[in-house]
């Protein structure tokens, strides 16, 4: 007798890693792997989340009514094209089950979310990576990937792990040029930390067309990682299909109640984002300062290129994290020598520099060493 047989593909997925969060035995880890918010959620998103513990034997609200109402008021939205989710991550599974299948393809930037091939390889369809120009989505490239049967192109932006941006008129570029059967997502995770005045996440595309989503998260600024809640703006027909194929309670009661704050304090956001846009450019002054190429983000994070390649970016992480400095390694996108550091509080910055910069300098001590000998 022969096992049950997955369906062909799932066992060519590479399952997803996440950033690290511990740190050697004994020491105490600063966690800069995930891009997880800085200052932590928002108090009253705390204090939402704490409230709602008398009622957890309740079910939620399937159709997360008041949660799709704080988002639709904060954006200027419908309420009825916004699709919640448990994290960005199931809605991008669910459009690509919904849209996606075998002999199809789907289409994304050579350093994009690893998310996009896993769910194309999930329900059968081919993933293709396109190369990128300078660490960022190349339109043309994109557009010349595009065969009959593509049917969904995932663009981050910004995007994760670069930290860079598609000004506006490209993304309006990249959607003109395709056919209007290719489903155009835009994964605007890091939305909230971009204010170039060139800059649009997608609502105006999403308003205006039938075959574009725009995707966002409550794991970034929000800090509600934990919780998983993401949500999606679609076109109606697309919201539609999204609610048929999700499950009825999707989203937890406790998450909810704690988006619906999170939403509401915008002060705190907008503290989140000034203490970022002093800090990422604090740190990346410092990386570079030590000799590595820092790419310019505009996220909460950095790519930091080592000169010595995989090797040196490989023996940094080693060094920080036997010093409790958790990073995240880039194999996994194809950049094996670089490392991602998510902007922390002030004192991790610091902390995370001057690691950095320590195990720089005695890689440069042990070369000159090497060369006098």
Not at 44 to 67: E, S
Not at 246 to 274: C, H, I, S, W, Y
Request: charged share 15%.
């Amino acid at each position: 007798m022969t096992s049950p047989a997955p369906k062909p593909g799932i066992l060519e997925i590479a399952a997803y890693v996440g950033g690290k969060s511990k740190a050697a035995p004994g020491v105490t880890p600063i966690k800069l792997s995930s891009n997880e918010g800085a200052l932590g959620p928002s108090p009253k998103a705390m204090a939402a989340f704490t409230a709602a513990a008398p009622d957890l034997h309740r079910y939620p609200d399937g159709g997360a009514i008041a949660l799709r109402a704080a988002i639709a008021r904060r954006y200027g939205l419908e309420a009825d094209r916004i699709v919640c989710g448990a994290g960005s991550d199931e809605l991008i599974a669910l459009l690509t089950k919904a849209y996606a299948g075998p002999g199809d393809e789907v289409l994304y930037s050579q350093h994009g979310f690893l998310m996009y091939p896993i769910a194309a390889k999930s329900v059968g369809a081919t993933p293709i990576a396109v190369p990128e120009q300078n660490l960022t989505a190349d339109i043309d490239g994109l557009l010349a990937a595009v065969t009959p049967n593509t049917r969904i192109l995932f663009l981050a932006n910004p995007n994760n792990p670069t930290g860079t941006l598609l000004p506006a008129e490209a993304v309006r570029r990249l959607h003109a040029g395709l056919p209007a059967s290719v489903l155009l997502v835009l994964d605007a995770a890091y939305a909230e930390y971009v204010d170039r005045n060139d800059y649009d996440p997608g609502i105006g595309l999403v308003q205006a067309a039938d075959n574009v989503v725009m995707l966002r998260t409550f794991s970034k600024i929000y800090a509600l990682a934990a919780l998983r809640l993401g949500w999606a703006y679609c076109p109606p027909a697309i919201a539609d299909v999204l609610n048929r194929l999700r499950g009825p309670f999707n989203t937890g009661l406790a998450a909810q109640a704690a988006g619906v704050a999170a939403m509401e304090d915008q002060a705190f956001v907008d503290a989140v984002k000034a203490h970022n846009d002093i800090w990422r450019p604090w740190l990346a002054q410092e990386l570079a300062a030590a000799g590595l190429s820092v790419v310019p983000s505009v996220a909460n994070f950095l790519l930091v290129r080592f000169p010595g390649g995989a090797a040196a970016a490989a023996a940094c992480y080693r060094f920080l994290e036997a010093r409790g400095l958790i990073v995240r390694e880039m194999g996994g996108y194809g950049l094996g020598d670089c490392l991602r550091i998510t902007v922390g509080t002030e004192a991790e910055c610091r902390a995370v520099a001057a690691g950095i910069t320590a195990f720089c300098t005695e890689q440069s001590t042990t070369a000159a060493a090497g060369s006098a000998a």
